[in-house]
């Protein structure tokens, strides 16, 4: 199949600045629409959703967030792609419950039930794990919110330790009993309700995805056939991200070449060749050039989905990804100018933000990003995100 047209790295940062929401000017009227422009939004940390949110959307608030979470539910917590936590909308929950959760969900299961076998919790670690699961659905069955402790001290069939990492530096002694939580939520049958917590800090309360998402006893959707669910992934990250290459795709979504190349086909993707020799996908509908005037600031947080997007990130990343990421992989936060990544930004005692370049920038983006600085430093008033995915960057 021969490229439809060429698309620059110019014009893929200018699709950035249209589509996700991080130019001043193109933000968006609400977390729902800000949440639905980058399909998802990452939740490993949940300061990050809150944080990705301000950057996309003016005088947002805690409450605005809170609210569109944990009251309208229209976003909802969900483990899918690559065993990461994300706020999906919730309309594409089925789409993922068939695919991306699934496919964890069944790489996850027989290796919990042979970690309860090498620690000695039982002989049979699949029934062990089948009791368990039955257990926690049972007492969430009415509807309540239980945070991880309680649920473990209500049921005794949660009882059993995992020691991991034996003889690191890192090694541990952890109850099995969130492994649990995490098949459940992972295979769609309890959520992650409401934050027990500050914002900024992950303390779910449990809750059965039934009384969750139909409180008033109606079904929830089942999950979809898993070809379509990886279409509609597919077709909604082009959406946001195209043009990608099909190794962006496939790592974004933790799937396999072959899931990748048939939700291409079923989408009727078309090709374009992009900078540097490499070839993209984008949506049939999406052919026409786009462009930005001007050039824009934004800082975002860590796991920010527009760095996480990509797989190959130079076009808008540069030579920086040994300070701005850390050894695993994961993003740190990021300074923005023009498209491009320029530095990151941390916090003083005080809780003031400040930029950390990696880049010589203009007067102007100094400028610029001085005013971002402020707004973010305005909207978290004294408060002090901590990470435990600091880059390079920001420890120096």
């Known amino acids: 199949m021969a490229p439809v047209r060429h698309v620059t790295d110019e014009e893929r940062r200018a699709r950035i600045a249209r589509r996700h929401g991080i130019a001043p000017g193109e933000r968006y009227a609400d977390p729902v629409a800000a949440t639905e422009a980058m399909t998802v939004l990452h939740a490993t940390e949940p300061a990050s959703v809150y944080l990705s949110l301000l950057a996309r959307v003016d005088g947002l608030t805690v409450e605005d967030v809170d609210r569109a979470m944990y009251d309208d ?6 483990l899918a792609m690559r065993r990461t936590v994300f706020v999906f909308p919730r309309d594409l929950l089925p789409a993922a419950w068939g695919s991306a959760s699934a496919r964890v969900a069944a790489q996850l299961r027989p290796r919990l039930a042979k970690e309860v076998e090498q620690h000695g919790i039982a002989d049979d670690g699949a029934a062990w794990v089948d009791r368990a699961c039955a257990a926690v659905l049972a007492l969430l069955a009415d509807g309540s919110e239980r945070g991880a402790k309680e649920i473990r001290e209500a049921l005794p069939e949660l009882d059993g330790r995992l020691q991991l990492a034996t003889g690191k530096k890192y090694a541990a002694n952890v109850s099995v009993a969130p492994r649990i939580l995490t098949q459940l939520g992972v295979e769609g049958l309890i959520a992650r309700g409401r934050n027990g917590g500050h914002w900024r800090i992950s303390r779910p309360q449990w809750t059965s995805m039934q009384a969750w998402l139909a409180p008033d006893g109606q079904g929830v959707e089942e999950p979809w056939k898993a070809d379509e669910g990886w279409a509609e992934l597919v077709r909604r990250w082009l959406r946001t991200f195209g043009p990608g290459t099909a190794a962006d795709i496939q790592w974004w979504l933790g799937g396999t070449a072959g899931i990748v190349k048939q939700a291409l086909a079923t989408l009727g993707a078309e090709q374009v060749s992009l900078d540097g ?20 600031a934004a800082l975002v947080p860590v796991l920010d989905p527009t760095v996480m997007g990509w797989k190959e990130r130079a076009f808008y990343l540069g030579p920086h990804a040994p300070h701005l990421f850390d050894s695993n992989g994961n993003a740190g936060t990021t300074a923005w100018w023009a498209g491009r990544i320029v530095g990151c930004w941390v916090q003083d005692d005080a809780g003031v933000v400040a930029v950390r370049y990696v880049d010589r920038v203009p007067k102007a983006a100094e400028k610029a990003l001085r005013v971002e600085a402020e707004r973010l430093t305005a909207w978290l008033d004294g408060v002090r995100v901590s990470t435990v995915y600091p880059s390079a960057a920001m420890r120096a």
Request: no cysteine; glycine share 16%; hydrophobic share 30%.
């Open 73 to 78: 539910r229209t976003l909802v917590k969900q």
């Open 277 to 296: 020799g490499g070839t993209g996908w984008v949506l049939p509908d999406d052919l026409d050039e786009v462009t930005y005037e001007g050039p824009w």
